[in-house]
C-alpha cells in the first residue's frame, strides 16, 4: 500500500513541477520564413533553431529547412511556433552521411561556420504575439559580411 501512495505523490508532484515550468499555459505564435543563399537561392536542407534565456530556463524552437528553403518552427507539437520574446538564431546544415546519402536528397549546402553558433550567427528576431515572418540570409565559407 505505501507503494501505491508514494507512486501518487510522485506523479503529483511531477505534474506540478511541469506548470510551474510553464510548460502548459503559454501560448505559442507561428514563426516562418525562408533561408537563402547571398545569390538569393534558397537553402535546399538544414535546420533553423531560435533560443531565449528566460529566467534561469532556455526557451528553444526549431524547424528543418524544406527544398524550397522555407522552415516553420516547433516548440512542442509540429509547426505551433514559438513564444513571444527575443530570440538568437542558428542556421546549421545538414549532417553529412557517412556513406552515400539516399536517392533524392537535396545536396549538402556549406554555410559559413559562423552561422552555426547562436554566439556568433549575427541572428537575432523577436517574436510577437502574432504571426512571425522572418528571411534569413547566410552565406557561403568565407564570404560572410563583416
Known amino acids: 500500500m505505501k507503494y501505491g501512495k ?4 510522485v506523479c503529483a508532484a511531477t505534474l506540478c513541477l511541469g506548470l510551474i515550468a510553464g510548460c502548459g499555459g503559454e501560448r505559442l505564435y507561428p514563426v516562418e520564413g525562408t533561408v537563402t ?6 537553402m535546399p536542407s538544414g535546420m533553423v533553431s531560435f533560443e531565449m534565456q528566460v529566467g534561469d530556463r532556455f526557451v528553444m524552437a526549431r ?18 511556433g514559438a513564444l513571444p520574446g527575443k530570440y538568437r538564431v542558428l542556421v546549421a546544415p545538414p549532417v553529412p552521411f557517412s556513406a552515400a546519402p539516399p536517392p533524392g536528397t537535396p545536396p549538402r549546402i556549406d554555410i559559413d561556420p559562423s552561422y ?3 554566439d556568433t550567427s549575427g541572428l537575432t528576431f ?11 540570409k547566410v552565406a557561403r565559407p568565407g564570404k560572410k559580411p563583416r
Open 6 to 9: 508514494l507512486s501518487v505523490q
Open 126 to 136: 523577436e517574436v510577437k504575439e502574432e504571426k512571425n515572418s522572418f528571411p534569413i
Open 63 to 80: 524547424g528543418e529547412i524544406a527544398e524550397d528553403g522555407t522552415y516553420q518552427l516547433s516548440s512542442k507539437n509540429p509547426n505551433d
Open 37 to 42: 543563399l547571398e545569390d538569393g537561392k534558397p
Open 116 to 118: 552555426q553558433a547562436y
